[in-house]
């Protein structure tokens, strides 16, 4: 025990003493959470719209100016020809085209069908689906008024009846993305931090030569790895208090649920990633290579955490990788807790899957650890 | 010295590959003695000595190093023995002070303890005025000696030194020496590998290596004798070339 704690003692010292590292620890997550919060946002906004009007009527203007009245378009302009247009959006000047037809308004007023043209530019095809959502809603809008204005006139129509829904979002009731995206980022950033620190800190170790001083004294692995990781672990933990602090202050993200269910999963979710870490540094000769594995894994899990691409979606194989995803777990737990209020027994399986991850992770990190080659 | 065996190795052999480090050694060290390693570079002089100090597993062959067998009992060796590595292999981020402390502590000494041995050692090496100052910012000749006290921290029956004096200037290396010998005459055995002729002449016994053979193994004086050259370094040369 009188063991570990001079290692523990010693690693602080190296911690604070290195003054390249110390902004990189405390600052850069900060930082990154206050930007990437604000940035990283599912919505879409700011539409470039234009439009060819062949018709030239009351009507085509009408529904232009529905367009102009949403703020989700900026309505750029009134082109003049097809192939100005194109060419346009080849130079990604426009978003969206609509054309309308000839006889628009005419066609419209005998009831004949008439078709809109829209062109989508969909290079990004999330985006492109929810303004071909968007350019739907506020085209059948307009189709809905005009009828009733077109139709007034013969009283003896039998109004159709609409069926209206009406979604109630609970949970995060105005749709709030950095309500949804703020405690993912921060599951992003203790992730992060520990992961760097535990993978590169032994082999940092291998490549100086003090291991092998280490390993000629009788210290059990057992001692030196605790000693080791135990820092990582206060410094993941510090993450989360200032990353929880950052989120109720700047971003009003609730805490419905309570906070020491979410520090308890938090500290074996940390053992889990430090012993990632380690079981890293132990196949590897240089901190470079310990990098770059660690981010192989990194983009890995958080790619497949559910954070930014809903797991639901993804193939069934997929689905059942994400299983191994430790992160995927951080993330559910982070926003149940947080945003749903979740008790213990909720993230029961969520935890049991945590902690049996972190004894098999930190058991393999153990045994592939050797002080005898 | 007395005839207490404290290295005892035999047909000790490393196998990388197919390549033999070390190839079927067999020789003993007593208690107390200054017992100098030699031989080129790449004559598995370092690999020989992993094995000795428990960080490297033999492929076959017997060695009992402090009384204790290197194949099962590796981590009771540690116990018993000092090492300091060809590379220097303190904590260069950390002060004088802290690396004695670090060391210590690894070691299980007591903190009492701990704190006189470092006042000691500090006062022997003239470190007074740089004690609380990064390792790192040390000179090499200071750091070598740093490291050799620091190996010496828990009273070890053994030290191993992998050419301690490398990069080292003569006036240190001669300091250097006399650590040595006032660690043999406390009875610590001293196990060290050297590039310099002139500090096999310090050993009481020497051992040359050749291709991970012992080609030869006898006092310096008796060396010379054998193989009628005048000094260590003709002996080495002699040797080496086949």
Known sequence: ?373 | MSNEKVIQVEGLTKMFGDFTAVNDITFEVNKGEIFGFLGANGAGKTTAMKMLIGISKPTSGKAKVAGFDVFKHAEDIKKNIGYMSQKFALYDDLTVKENITFFGGIYGLPRKRIKEKSNVLIEELGLEQVANKLVGSLPLGWKQKLSFSVSLLHDPKIVFLDEPTGGVDPITRRQFWEMIYKAANNGTTVFVTTHYMDEAEYCDRVSIMVNGKIEALDTPKKLKEQFKVANMNDVFLKLARG
């Open chain 1, 1 to 373: 025990m009188k063991t570990i704690l001079y290692i523990i003692q010693k690693e602080f010292k190296q911690i604070f003493r290195n003054k390249g590292m110390l902004p990189i620890i405390f600052i850069l997550p900060l930082l990154q959470l206050v930007i990437l919060s604000n940035a990283a946002t599912f919505e879409v906004k700011n539409i470039k719209f234009g439009y060819i009007d062949n018709d030239r009527t009351s009507t085509s203007r009408a529904l232009v100016e529905k367009f102009n009245a949403s703020t989700y378009f900026d309505v750029l302009t009134d082109f003049p020809s097809e192939a100005l247009a194109s060419s346009e959006m080849l130079k990604g000047k426009v978003d969206i085209i609509l054309e309308i037809p000839h006889y628009f308004e005419r066609d419209l007023q005998k009831e004949k069908h008439n078709n809109l043209g829209i062109t989508i530019n969909a290079i990004d095809g999330a985006a492109a689906g929810v303004e071909n959502v968007y350019v739907t809603q506020v085209i059948q809008h307009f189709n809905q008024h005009l009828k009733v204005d077109l139709v007034q006139v013969s009283d003896q129509q039998v109004q159709p009846i609409t069926i209206e829904t009406i979604p109630l979002f609970w949970y995060n009731k105005t749709l709030n993305y950095k309500t949804f995206m703020v405690p993912g980022i921060l599951v992003l950033l203790v992730t992060m931090i520990t992961l760097f620190l535990s993978g590169m800190n032994i082999v940092r170790e291998k490549e100086i030569g003090t291991l092998e001083q280490i390993n000629v004294t009788p210290i059990k692995k057992s001692q030196f790895i605790i000693g080791k990781l135990f820092p990582f672990w206060v410094i993941g933990m510090g993450l989360l208090t200032v990353g929880l602090l950052l989120a109720r202050l700047i971003f009003n993200v609730p805490m419905i649920g309570s906070l020491s269910l979410m520090y308890l999963y938090t500290s074996i979710y940390i053992l889990v990633i430090l012993g990632i870490g380690l079981f890293i540094s132990n196949f590897t000769d240089t901190q470079q290579q310990a990098m770059f594995i660690a981010w192989f894994f990194k983009v890995i899990f958080i790619l497949m955490s559910g954070l930014f691409t809903p797991i639901e979606s993804m193939p069934k194989w997929a689905q059942i990788f994400t299983e191994f995803n430790p992160i995927k777990y951080f993330v559910e737990v982070m926003r149940m807790v947080m945003l749903k209020g979740s008790g213990f027994t909720d993230i029961l399986p969520q935890l049991l899957k945590t902690l049996l991850y972190a004894v098999v992770m930190n058991g393999l990190a153990v045994w592939s650890y050797k002080k005898t080659n």
